[in-house]
Structures are given as C-alpha cells and as structure tokens.
C-alpha cells in the first residue's frame, strides 16, 4: 500500500500534464452550460410524461 502511494505521487508529480487555468475555466462553463440543458430536457420530458400519465388516468376514472 505504501509503495502504491508513492507510485501514485510520483506519476502525479511528474507525469500528468494540467491544464491552464484559463482552459479550465472554459472547460467548466462548457460543463455548465450542458448540464443545464441536459436538466431542462429531463424536466421537459418528465412534464410531458407526467401530464399524459394524468390524462390517462382521468380517462381511465370516467
């Protein structure tokens, strides 16, 4: 377990490349902005499916 921390430190250290701040942040609202797409989609489709599951049951009561 130790041997595997220190491997771990070392490829952190001097084998991964970061991104600069500046490609991160765009990276980051890029992130955003799907996200909240994605999130209006799902209430779109849950709004649609949840008025069609309440029309069928109002159908099916009377």
């Known amino acids: 377990m130790i041997n595997y921390i220190k491997e771990s ?3 952190l250290k001097n084998h ?3 991104t600069s701040w500046s490609e991160a942040q765009k990276l980051t ?3 955003a902005v799907f996200s909240v797409l ?3 989609a799902i ?3 849950d709004t ?3 008025k069609v599951v ?3 049951f109002q159908w099916i009561k009377s």
């Open 48 to 50: 649609v499916f949840s």
């Open 9 to 11: 430190y070392s490829e």
């Open 43 to 45: 209430w779109g489709v």
């Open 16 to 18: 991964v490349t970061w």
């Open 38 to 40: 994605l999130a209006l």
């Open 54 to 56: 309440g029309q069928y």
């Open 29 to 31: 609202v890029v992130v």
